[in-house]
């Protein structure tokens, strides 16, 4: 009679295993969208590292998102051409260039309002400390 397992225990333990890997999934799910979207250190378009040598000229009020130089330069020829001022220079900035830039802009958007979910935002709640 040694030998008998507990249906009680082996349904807490199967389910405290459930637990952890929800647990292990959230927390991965909330690493992604912090790690991927809202590094410093790290161009937001292009992903390369900003350094000091790469960190924008321009000034920060043209710019709201964390860019290198060089993705900085090209959001604000962006922003220029929409206003109907297109370089004409940079024969590349095509509809498909303006295009793209939208799009980003527009995942951007999108990210920003997942991040103020009231589901994300009890994720969140789900994992801090004192939670079990």
């Not at 604000?76 to 940079?90: A, H, Q, S």
């Not at 830039?101 to 309002?113: K, L, P, Y």
């Amino acid at each position: 009679m040694g030998n008998l397992i507990s249906l009680d225990e082996k349904l807490k333990c199967t389910r405290e295993k459930q637990d952890a890997i929800i647990r292990k999934r959230k927390l991965l799910a909330v690493r992604k969208i912090f790690r991927c979207t809202h590094c410093v250190s790290k161009c937001e378009k292009c992903g390369v590292q900003i350094t000091s040598e790469n960190n924008p000229q321009v000034p920060e009020f043209r710019v709201p998102y964390n860019f290198c130089d060089s993705c900085s330069e090209e959001y604000v020829e962006y922003i220029e051409t929409l206003k109907g001022k297109p370089n004409e220079d940079f024969y590349w900035h095509n509809d498909a260039w303006m295009k793209l830039w939208s799009s980003w802009i527009e995942h951007q958007g999108a990210v920003d309002s997942y991040l103020k979910s009231k589901e994300f935002e009890r994720l969140l709640d789900e994992l801090k400390p004192n939670q079990t």
